[in-house]
């Protein structure tokens, strides 16, 4: 399988176009971006006045020194000493999610969000959005002030007109917000009903799960999303659920899912992972097993997989037309009746009734209990489609006196939003406490600015019996106040929010709240023990399969599958540049939305551009007499016949960098009497006739047919031979004998006394979620540069995350593929569905590092520690360290991006509030200079120093890249090679021999180890649990 | 640039607090009424080892209060061993509190003369006291030691005086070096004009005799122009390479502060100890300048009618009067005098807490600076010459012990910082 197993970074890789090889030949796309005169050259005279001013710029900085100040503090707080990070647990809240974290601090400024270990919603693991919502606190484009009718006015005044007029409005107070797992704010929110009585809490979610919910309050007598335990499960089946990528609690779910799939001498069983999907989603590009189904099959998907499972359980099953190619849900359900009460199945639907049908399958398979917890629910989910479309229809009907936006926007995020905020003229007070101007602010009367969630105090539920405390970790920026404290202000309390919640938790506590109220903001959290509740499903899946509609076994004509992506998610976070060039983990674009579709089918119809550089034709999509232009992209495994499209852009107003990016798929959702749906049938696509560039980070840099650098396996085989899939390059000595490339050498090699570090990249944990790249672009100042020069292939993220397809083995073709392969469209049938794998790659900290020798002033040089070192000071852009890297993850400043008003997108370097995010140990760099993967030196100097200071040695796990540190999935392990007891050490199980290391770890393996460049980060090999020899044939 | 961003965290007051270990009050000794008491003065030993263990104790604990031959917080201690009995000095080491409250009148009298100021106590054994006392005695044998040593010698100290010597032998030699010269001229001319009266002498040698030194011939002559126009460039060359490195070094800033703070009152005459006010420096990279509610600690009853406390005061918003602080404060703009660039990363915390070093080592004779200045270059070559220079501080501390092992195996050597990677880019540069 190895030997003829290709691997594709993309679709014009593949296809290999003149384009493309030309592209891969060179390290850089592009030459300098100095223009000379006007031939193009730089001109004698260029040069003359170049060097007449460097020599006067350098006379004149002799001459006189700036005068700097040192400002100490008036008052220094005691717990505060500048140059020291304090960390605080804390929680985040921004849109619908919530996490519980530690935020770092220096000098009072939040800098960095870190999982918090101890919390069990979280377990240390982080999401890209967590780890960017430090940023959102430096948005100057945040509300400065309360507002009345778009002027600035003060707290005072605004409080007094609001009160007045809720007290003298007729009809009810209608709150909207998002989901609300807070109990204080809850309170806060029966405070307001205490004083005006009739106050309704209209809670929604930007992507709907209101029929799991009504699924679950039809069979268990109460609305929830009960808490699936991934770690559990040894056979997921997920219909459309993207629980990796895009269900709440991703971080948990994440690091569960993770925990199946860790593979060692004492475990050598993993789950298994069936996918059956329309987009190719981050869940499915991790599955074993994924079959493209089109949106219009869910619901006969999920019905022929409970005929199976019922047929084995004896169970009566139910009238549903049958799917022409059921091979791999008969493999599914033998799967899942094999492991049943270790099985779960998953839909991602927003039908109620093909929900109730999965909670009959998971019942059939004897999940409630072990699974999936009846007794705990995940209640960052409540939102009701049906009492918002209930709110609009009062609005309407002038039934609402007083509307109140609770940090929401329904105006961007709900299909319905438009019609809402067109007839708010008929409400007489509306409110909205959002942080910014945004869509539905501008409607809005009174605007009173909510904190961010830094600057909050608050308390949330996201999990029954598992409350977080939230605690502000820098003094509000703006003149800004808590929402919950207005709603206080507004019911006549003059309580503190912080003493409102101590009241809360007096119940809690056993003695004195104050004690028991510390302890907890310490450890940011309360477990509530409280006997778990005996619940049971019980559905009647003939009467729900009678209620199935709309579903068809042979779609025809083309559909739509609206998706969540990673980077930037629902949107509430769009404002924020990390997330926006943060590239999606499948497509590898950023800055921008797109139609994906099927490869054939844009062949077919001719939707793509001919080997062009990330050019792609515009179309204008067609939905229920909606329609959205966006440029469209043909994705390897999207399902023929359907059109994926990312929420989350298309903003209009969430501030400079986030406007105009890509275009809002939320007005595309439809709704009806059953709730929203975020799939339509009878689209049409019509191309525009222009051509339109998306921004991806990886169409270039090959490794040239060296398809070794992935080496995988499956499970059979590596229980069979834990060394399977492992390549052994040979190196030919001149004798003709042919010796492994560690037994030559043309170096002297390095001693390492004191530490040797060094990182394990698993890639059979590694989900590809990209949480490690914003972590390391927070962490080490990192630049946004834009979708321009991303375009131009100079982006600067230190950790990409290499997303390789390749094709599934020919036993696994259906006929339909093989029907592909007879007209010769091989290259097609394997991107129709390719398996994919997901390869974490940085500096690789080489020993011999090809860098380090061709670097011609010595500003990248080898530490006694094992550290490659890159000194920007002494680097003066020759570029050659770049040239030679074979890993090709050195960076180069093409431009100066702070202080730089053609960058002002990167706004953690362009103004004072932003710059407040820069982590103060780690130089900006400048204009000109090489910058690379450190393996966040600063982090380990400090380690280091922390245990110098107290005599001792470092103990492993607190010397942690931030990579490894943000990892949910603990795919990446960083550690001391030089500590026995250190986890790398173990797992790798390392032999030292005089001047080199060796992992004698099965799996462990050195990308490109022909080159005997001895790279000090070890991966190891992907393990697909597949059985061998499937014959899946219809 | 050092911006301490003033944002206040959860609560808007605080108090005035200090670290204890720093408020910590020293005790000293004196010395009072003659008692000789040479039979116990006796008992202490005076083997090498012992003396040498006896200085690293005295030098890890007492030398922030006394010297041997100097009265600092505490009194000079030359001869203590002399002036009273070793059972005395032992408890009064180990516990000088519990003596003075036993009403001892030596000690007593001691206290008062060092204006009550305490002690702290020591949890020696009997053989490190007897250790320390052997160190004085063996200190004291040696006698006082010369002007010039006693200060903290700092480098440049040092080469100006090599160098001065070095000068003046090389003025005996140019002297020296002339005096042959003239002698030889005298010589030659007179052997000149004996072979000028000489006969028999052909046509050649008659006018290599006459010959005359033409010296405009010789001053336009190409060897003497290029000469010239070679020393002139390599002097001029000299002078810009020699300029281009003084770029950005600022040894000797002396700005004018915005309060005429004098730090040789405070550490000098009052002998404050450093880490009173500058708080962060065994923590954290910045040693941190204080804030002025450190300085209120003593100002709110010292010199308050003084023009430069009342900037204090504007500062934080005090009113001496009323003796109350109001809210209208504004943090105090001093002028930075050590700056770093950006792109070196530098910990206050690795060089006085984990290396123990002085703070005079950089910063020179802050004691006797009445305005701060710049004592040390702060180029990189003067951190690489100090980091080549320097033993590691190894002792008592776990994380350095493999470290030593190793070293110890492959060099009698000491083990420098060099030698540990110290000249690393990445160490300080990231």
């Given at each position: 399988?190895?030997?003829?197993?290709?691997?594709?970074?993309?679709?014009?890789?593949?296809?290999?176009?003149?384009?493309?090889?030309?592209?891969?030949?060179?390290?850089?796309?592009?030459?300098?971006?100095?223009?000379?005169?006007?031939?193009?050259?730089?001109?004698?005279?260029?040069?003359?006045?170049?060097?007449?001013?460097?020599?006067?710029?350098?006379?004149?900085?002799?001459?006189?020194?700036?005068?700097?100040?040192?400002?100490?503090?008036?008052?220094?707080?005691?717990?505060?000493?500048?140059?020291?990070?304090?960390?605080y647990?804390s929680t985040?809240a921004?849109?619908?999610?919530?996490?519980?974290?530690?935020?770092?601090?220096?000098?009072?400024?939040?800098?960095?969000?870190?999982?918090?270990?101890?919390?069990?919603?979280?377990?240390?693991?982080?999401?890209?959005?967590?780890?960017?919502?430090?940023?959102?606190?430096?948005?100057?484009?945040?509300?400065?002030?309360?507002?009345?009718?778009?002027?600035?006015?003060?707290?005072?005044?605004?409080?007094?007109?609001?009160?007045?007029?809720?007290?003298?409005?007729?009809?009810?107070?209608?709150?909207?917000?998002?989901?609300?797992?807070s109990?204080s704010t809850?309170?806060a929110?029966?405070?307001?009903?205490?004083?005006?009585?009739?106050?309704?809490?209209?809670?929604?979610?930007?992507?709907?799960?209101?029929?799991?919910?009504?699924?679950?309050?039809?069979?268990?007598?109460?609305?929830?999303?009960?808490?699936?335990?991934?770690?559990?499960?040894?056979?997921?089946?997920?219909?459309?659920?993207?629980?990796?990528?895009?269900?709440?609690?991703?971080?948990?779910?994440?690091?569960?899912?993770?925990?199946?799939?860790?593979?060692?001498?004492?475990?050598?069983?993993?789950?298994?992972?069936?996918?059956?999907?329309?987009?190719?989603?981050?869940?499915?590009?991790?599955?074993?097993?994924?079959?493209?189904?089109?949106?219009?099959?869910?619901?006969?998907?999920?019905?022929?997989?409970?005929?199976?499972?019922?047929?084995?359980?004896?169970?009566?099953?139910?009238?549903?037309?049958?799917?022409?190619?059921?091979?791999?849900?008969?493999?599914?359900?033998?799967?899942?009746?094999?492991?049943?009460?270790?099985?779960?199945?998953?839909?991602?639907?927003?039908?109620?009734?093909?929900?109730?049908?999965?909670?009959?399958?998971?019942?059939?398979?004897?999940?409630?209990?072990?699974?999936?917890?009846?007794?705990?629910?995940?209640?960052?989910?409540?939102?009701?489609?049906?009492?918002?479309?209930?709110?609009?229809?009062?609005?309407?009907?002038?039934?609402?006196?007083?509307?109140?936006?609770?940090?929401?926007?329904?105006?961007?995020?709900?299909?319905?939003?438009?019609?809402?905020?067109?007839?708010?003229?008929?409400?007489?007070?509306?409110?909205?406490?959002?942080?910014?101007?945004?869509?539905?602010?501008?409607?809005?009367?009174?605007?009173?600015?909510d904190h961010h969630y830094l600057e909050s105090w608050n308390d949330f539920?996201?999990?029954?019996?598992?409350?977080t405390l939230s605690q502000p970790t820098?003094k509000n920026?703006?003149?800004?106040r808590q929402a919950q404290e207005?709603?206080l202000?507004?019911?006549?309390?003059?309580a503190s929010y912080y003493e409102f919640i101590k009241e809360g938790w007096?119940?809690?506590?056993?003695?004195?709240?104050?004690?028991?109220f510390?302890?907890?903001l310490?450890?940011?959290?309360?477990?509530?023990?409280?006997?778990?509740?005996?619940?049971?499903?019980?559905?009647?899946?003939?009467?729900?399969?009678?209620?199935?509609?709309?579903?068809?076994?042979?779609?025809?004509?083309?559909?739509?599958?609206?998706?969540?992506?990673?980077?930037?998610?629902?949107?509430?976070?769009?404002?924020?540049?990390?997330?926006?060039?943060?590239?999606?983990?499948?497509?590898?674009?950023?800055?921008?939305?797109?139609?994906?579709?099927?490869?054939?089918?844009?062949?077919?119809?001719?939707?793509?551009?001919?080997?062009?550089?990330?050019?792609?034709?515009?179309?204008?999509?067609?939905?229920?007499?909606?329609?959205?232009?966006?440029?469209?992209?043909?994705?390897?495994?999207?399902?023929?016949?359907?059109?994926?499209?990312?929420?989350?852009?298309?903003?209009?107003?969430?501030?400079?960098?986030?406007?105009?990016?890509?275009?809002?798929?939320?007005?595309?959702?439809?709704?009806?009497?059953?709730?929203?749906?975020?799939?339509?049938?009878?689209?049409?696509?019509?191309?525009?006739?222009?051509?339109?560039?998306?921004?991806?980070?990886?169409?270039?840099?090959?490794?040239?047919?060296?398809?070794?650098?992935?080496?995988?396996?499956?499970?059979?085989?590596?229980?069979?031979?834990?060394?399977?899939?492992?390549?052994?390059?040979?190196?030919?000595?001149?004798?003709?004998?042919?010796?492994?490339?560690?037994?030559?050498?043309?170096?002297?090699?390095?001693?390492?006394?004191?530490?040797?570090?060094?990182?394990?990249?698993?890639?059979?944990?590694?989900?590809?979620?990209?949480?490690?790249?914003?972590?390391?672009?927070?962490?080490?100042?990192?630049?946004?540069?834009?979708?321009?020069?991303?375009?131009?292939?100079?982006?600067?993220?230190?950790?990409?995350?290499?997303?390789?397809?390749?094709?599934?083995?020919?036993?696994?073709?259906?006929?339909?593929?093989?029907?592909?392969?007879?007209?010769?469209?091989?290259?097609?049938?394997?991107?129709?569905?390719?398996?994919?794998?997901?390869?974490?790659?940085?500096?690789?900290?080489?020993?011999?590092?090809?860098?380090?020798?061709?670097?011609?002033?010595?500003?990248?040089?080898?530490?006694?520690?094992?550290?490659?070192?890159?000194?920007?000071?002494?680097?003066?852009?020759?570029?050659?360290?770049?040239?030679?890297?074979?890993?090709?993850?050195?960076?180069?400043?093409?431009?100066?991006?702070?202080?730089?008003?053609?960058?002002?997108?990167?706004?953690?370097?362009?103004?004072?509030?932003?710059?407040?995010?820069?982590?103060?140990?780690?130089?900006?760099?400048?204009?000109?200079?090489?910058?690379?993967?450190?393996?966040?030196?600063?982090?380990?100097?400090?380690?280091?120093?922390?245990?110098?200071?107290?005599?001792?040695?470092?103990?492993?796990?607190?010397?942690?890249?931030?990579?490894?540190?943000?990892?949910?999935?603990?795919?990446?392990?960083?550690?001391?090679?030089?500590?026995?007891?250190?986890?790398?050490?173990?797992?790798?199980?390392?032999?030292?021999?005089?001047?080199?290391?060796?992992?004698?770890?099965?799996?462990?393996?050195?990308?490109?180890?022909?080159?005997?460049?001895?790279?000090?980060?070890?991966?190891?090999?992907?393990?697909?649990?597949?059985?061998?020899?499937?014959?899946?044939?219809? | 640039?050092?911006?301490?961003?003033?944002?206040?965290l959860k609560s808007?007051?605080?108090?005035?607090?200090?670290?204890?270990?720093?408020?910590?009050?020293?005790?000293?000794?004196?010395?009072?009424?003659?008692?000789?008491?040479?039979?116990?003065?006796?008992?202490?030993?005076?083997?090498?080892?012992?003396?040498?263990?006896?200085?690293?104790?005295?030098?890890?604990?007492?030398?922030?209060?006394?010297?041997?031959?100097?009265?600092?917080?505490?009194?000079?201690?030359?001869?203590?061993?002399?002036?009273?009995?070793?059972?005395?000095?032992?408890?009064?080491?180990?516990?000088?509190?519990?003596?003075?409250?036993?009403?001892?009148?030596?000690?007593?009298?001691?206290?008062?003369?060092?204006?009550?100021?305490?002690?702290?106590?020591?949890?020696?054994?009997?053989?490190?006291?007897?250790?320390?006392?052997?160190?004085?005695?063996?200190?004291?044998?040696?006698?006082?030691?010369?002007?010039?040593?006693?200060?903290?010698?700092?480098?440049?100290?040092?080469?100006?005086?090599?160098?001065?010597?070095?000068?003046?032998?090389?003025?005996?030699?140019?002297?020296?070096?002339?005096?042959?010269?003239?002698?030889?001229?005298?010589?030659?001319?007179?052997?000149?004009?004996?072979?000028?009266?000489?006969?028999?002498?052909?046509?050649?040698?008659?006018?290599?005799?006459?010959?005359?030194?033409?010296?405009?011939?010789?001053?336009?002559?190409?060897?003497?122009?290029?000469?010239?126009?070679?020393?002139?460039?390599?002097?001029?060359?000299?002078?810009?390479?020699?300029?281009?490195?003084?770029?950005?070094?600022?040894?000797?800033?002396?700005?004018?502060?915005?309060?005429?703070?004098?730090?040789?009152?405070?550490?000098?005459?009052?002998?404050?100890?450093?880490?009173?006010?500058?708080?962060?420096?065994?923590?954290?990279?910045?040693?941190?300048?204080?804030?002025?509610?450190?300085?209120?600690?003593?100002?709110?009853?010292?010199?308050?009618?003084?023009?430069?406390?009342?900037?204090?005061?504007?500062?934080?918003?005090?009113?001496?009067?009323?003796?109350?602080?109001?809210?209208?404060?504004?943090?105090?703009?001093?002028?930075?005098?050590?700056?770093?660039?950006?792109?070196?990363?530098?910990?206050?915390?690795?060089?006085?807490?984990?290396?123990?070093?002085?703070?005079?080592?950089?910063?020179?004779?802050?004691?006797?600076?009445?305005?701060?200045?710049?004592?040390?270059?702060?180029?990189?070559?003067?951190?690489?010459?100090?980091?080549?220079?320097?033993?590691?501080?190894?002792?008592?501390?776990?994380?350095?012990?493999?470290?030593?092992?190793?070293?110890?195996?492959?060099?009698?050597?000491?083990?420098?910082?060099?030698?540990?990677?110290?000249?690393?880019?990445?160490?300080?540069?990231?």
């Amino acid at each position: 399988m190895k030997e003829t197993k290709k691997y594709w970074k993309g679709v014009e890789q593949l296809e290999n176009t003149a384009d493309f090889q030309d592209r891969a030949s060179k390290e850089f796309p592009e030459y300098l971006p100095i223009n000379g005169g006007e031939n193009g050259d730089p001109s004698r005279r260029d040069f003359l006045k170049m060097m007449g001013f460097g020599v006067a710029a350098v006379s004149l900085a002799a001459c006189e020194a700036p005068i700097r100040k040192a400002i100490p503090y008036v008052n220094k707080p005691v717990d505060v000493d500048p140059g020291v990070a304090n960390y605080y647990a804390s929680t985040y809240a921004m849109g619908n999610d919530v996490a519980s974290v530690v935020v770092k601090t220096r000098e009072g400024r939040p800098i960095k969000i870190e999982g918090n270990d101890l919390s069990m919603i979280s377990e240390g693991g982080t999401t890209t959005q967590v780890e960017s919502s430090v940023l959102s606190l430096y948005d100057g484009e945040r509300l400065q002030n309360p507002k009345i009718a778009g002027e600035d006015t003060d707290w005072e005044t605004i409080d007094g007109r609001i009160k007045t007029e809720l007290a003298a409005n007729a009809g009810k107070v209608s709150i909207v917000s998002y989901s609300n797992c807070s109990p204080s704010t809850a309170r806060a929110i029966q405070a307001l009903r205490d004083k005006y009585g009739d106050v309704e809490h209209i809670q929604y979610d930007p992507v709907s799960v209101s029929g799991l919910l009504d699924a679950y309050g039809d069979a268990t007598g109460a609305r929830s999303f009960p808490m699936h335990d991934f770690s559990k499960a040894s056979t997921i089946v997920s219909i459309s659920a993207d629980f990796l990528g895009a269900w709440p609690n991703q971080a948990l779910n994440n690091k569960q899912f993770a925990s199946t799939r860790k593979l060692g001498p004492d475990k050598k069983e993993m789950s298994r992972l069936y996918a059956f999907e329309s987009n190719l989603s981050l869940t499915g590009s991790n599955a074993d097993y994924r079959s493209p189904i089109a949106p219009s099959q869910e619901g006969l998907v999920v019905a022929n997989l409970y005929n199976l499972v019922a047929q084995k359980a004896g169970a009566a099953t139910i009238g549903a037309s049958r799917l022409e190619d059921t091979v791999m849900l008969e493999k599914a359900a033998n799967d899942l009746w094999k492991s049943r009460g270790k099985a779960l199945v998953v839909s991602g639907s927003n039908d109620k009734n093909v929900q109730l049908l999965v909670i009959a399958i998971n019942d059939l398979l004897q999940s409630y209990g072990s699974t999936i917890d009846l007794s705990k629910s995940i209640n960052t989910r409540q939102g009701n489609d049906n009492s918002f479309a209930q709110l609009v229809s009062d609005v309407k009907g002038g039934a609402v006196g007083s509307v109140i936006f609770y940090n929401c926007n329904p105006a961007y995020d709900h299909p319905m939003g438009a019609q809402l905020v067109s007839s708010l003229g008929k409400v007489k007070t509306t409110i909205s406490t959002s942080d910014r101007m945004d869509e539905t602010n501008s409607s809005v009367k009174y605007i009173t600015p909510d904190h961010h969630y830094l600057e909050s105090w608050n308390d949330f539920e996201p999990v029954t019996g598992h409350i977080t405390l939230s605690q502000p970790t820098i003094k509000n920026i703006f003149n800004t106040r808590q929402a919950q404290e207005s709603f206080l202000r507004w019911a006549d309390n003059d309580a503190s929010y912080y003493e409102f919640i101590k009241e809360g938790w007096q119940p809690f506590a056993d003695g004195d709240v104050t004690s028991f109220f510390d302890k907890c903001l310490h450890d940011g959290f309360y477990n509530v023990d409280a006997p778990a509740a005996d619940k049971t499903v019980s559905v009647d899946a003939v009467v729900v399969a009678g209620n199935l509609k709309g579903y068809s076994a042979k779609p025809s004509g083309l559909e739509l599958a609206i998706y969540t992506n990673y980077s930037v998610g629902d949107g509430t976070q769009a404002n924020n540049p990390w997330l926006q060039e943060m590239p999606d983990p499948i497509t590898k674009a950023c800055w921008d939305n797109y139609f994906t579709v099927n490869l054939r089918q844009a062949s077919e119809n001719d939707w793509a551009v001919k080997g062009g550089d990330m050019d792609y034709k515009v179309a204008t999509l067609t939905v229920n007499g909606k329609s959205v232009t966006a440029p469209v992209i043909p994705q390897p495994g999207q399902a023929y016949g359907t059109v994926g499209l990312a929420v989350g852009y298309g903003r209009t107003k969430a501030g400079k960098v986030g406007n105009g990016v890509g275009v809002n798929a939320y007005t595309l959702v439809g709704s009806s009497d059953n709730g929203l749906s975020y799939s339509a049938k009878n689209a049409t696509l019509d191309l525009t006739g222009e051509v339109k560039k998306v921004a991806q980070t990886q169409t270039s840099q090959t490794y040239a047919g060296r398809e070794t650098v992935i080496q995988e396996t499956t499970l059979g085989e590596y229980q069979k031979d834990p060394q399977a899939g492992r390549n052994f390059p040979m190196i030919s000595k001149a004798d003709g004998s042919k010796v492994r490339p560690h037994a030559v050498s043309l170096w002297k090699g390095h001693e390492y006394p004191n530490h040797h570090w060094g990182m394990i990249v698993d890639l059979n944990s590694c989900t590809g979620c990209g949480t490690c790249t914003v972590a390391c672009q927070t962490e080490n100042n990192i630049p946004v540069v834009g979708k321009e020069e991303v375009l131009n292939r100079r982006e600067m993220h230190w950790i990409r995350i290499d997303r390789y397809y390749s094709e599934r083995p020919e036993n696994e073709l259906t006929s339909d593929d093989k029907n592909l392969m007879e007209v010769k469209q091989k290259e097609l049938a394997a991107v129709e569905n390719p398996e994919v794998t997901f390869q974490p790659m940085m500096c690789q900290q080489c020993n011999n590092a090809p860098c380090e020798t061709v670097c011609p002033v010595a500003a990248t040089t080898h530490s006694s520690e094992g550290l490659n070192q890159m000194t920007y000071n002494r680097c003066i852009g020759t570029r050659y360290c770049a040239n030679n890297c074979p890993y090709k993850v050195r960076r180069f400043n093409w431009f100066k991006y702070h202080d730089n008003a053609k960058f002002d997108m990167n706004t953690p370097m362009n103004n004072d509030l932003g710059k407040m995010v820069l982590n103060p140990d780690v130089t900006v760099r400048a204009r000109g200079v090489m910058e690379k993967c450190t393996f966040c030196v600063q982090r380990i100097q400090s380690g280091k120093l922390d245990a110098k200071k107290e005599g001792r040695r470092p103990q492993d796990g607190e010397i942690q890249t931030a990579c490894a540190k943000s990892c949910p999935t603990d795919a990446l392990v960083f550690g001391d090679m030089k500590d026995p007891e250190s986890r790398i050490s173990k797992t790798l199980k390392l032999k030292y021999s005089e001047k080199s290391v060796e992992a004698t770890e099965d799996r462990a393996y050195h990308v490109l180890e022909e080159l005997r460049v001895m790279p000090n980060v070890w991966y190891m090999t992907k393990v697909r649990n597949k059985d061998k020899n499937d014959k899946i044939e219809a | 640039m050092l911006l301490l961003y003033a944002f206040d965290l959860k609560s808007s007051e605080y108090m005035f607090k200090t670290t204890p270990n720093l408020t910590k009050i020293f005790l000293g000794i004196a010395f009072g009424i003659f008692t000789t008491m040479s039979l116990n003065a006796q008992e202490i030993p005076t083997d090498e080892s012992v003396v040498a263990a006896g200085e690293a104790t005295f030098n890890a604990n007492c030398t922030q209060c006394h010297r041997i031959w100097e009265v600092r917080i505490g009194p000079a201690l030359n001869g203590v061993s002399e002036r009273r009995s070793v059972e005395w000095l032992n408890s009064w080491i180990k516990n000088s509190q519990a003596l003075i409250a036993s009403g001892d009148e030596e000690a007593v009298a001691l206290y008062e003369e060092y204006d009550k100021t305490l002690m702290q106590a020591f949890p020696f054994s009997d053989d490190q006291v007897m250790e320390i006392l052997a160190y004085i005695k063996a200190e004291t044998a040696k006698g006082p030691p010369a002007e010039d040593t006693t200060a903290t010698t700092a480098e440049g100290e040092g080469d100006s005086i090599s160098s001065s010597y070095l000068m003046s032998i090389i003025i005996i030699l140019v002297v020296v070096l002339g005096l042959a010269v003239v002698a030889l001229i005298i010589a030659a001319r007179t052997l000149v004009r004996h072979l000028k009266d000489a006969k028999g002498l052909d046509e050649a040698e008659q006018e290599v005799v006459s010959q005359q030194f033409d010296v405009s011939a010789f001053l336009k002559s190409n060897n003497f122009v290029g000469l010239v126009v070679f020393v002139f460039t390599i002097l001029v060359l000299k002078t810009l390479i020699d300029g281009a490195f003084t770029i950005g070094v600022q040894q000797g800033y002396q700005p004018e502060q915005p309060i005429a703070f004098s730090h040789e009152i405070h550490a000098g005459q009052y002998e404050i100890d450093c880490q009173y006010c500058h708080t962060g420096v065994n923590k954290s990279k910045s040693a941190n300048i204080p804030s002025p509610n450190i300085c209120m600690n003593c100002h709110t009853q010292v010199k308050t009618e003084s023009e430069e406390i009342q900037k204090i005061y504007a500062a934080i918003d005090y009113d001496p009067e009323t003796k109350t602080y109001g809210t209208n404060t504004k943090p105090i703009e001093w002028v930075r005098i050590h700056n770093l660039p950006d792109l070196a990363y530098f910990n206050h915390s690795q060089h006085v807490n984990v290396a123990d070093l002085e703070c005079e080592t950089c910063h020179g004779p802050i004691k006797e600076m009445e305005v701060v200045y710049q004592y040390s270059s702060l180029t990189m070559g003067w951190c690489i010459n100090c980091h080549r220079d320097t033993d590691v501080n190894t002792k008592g501390n776990e994380y350095y012990d493999k470290l030593v092992k190793l070293h110890s195996e492959q060099s009698k050597e000491p083990m420098k910082v060099e030698d540990i990677g110290g000249l690393e880019c990445a160490k300080c540069h990231y």
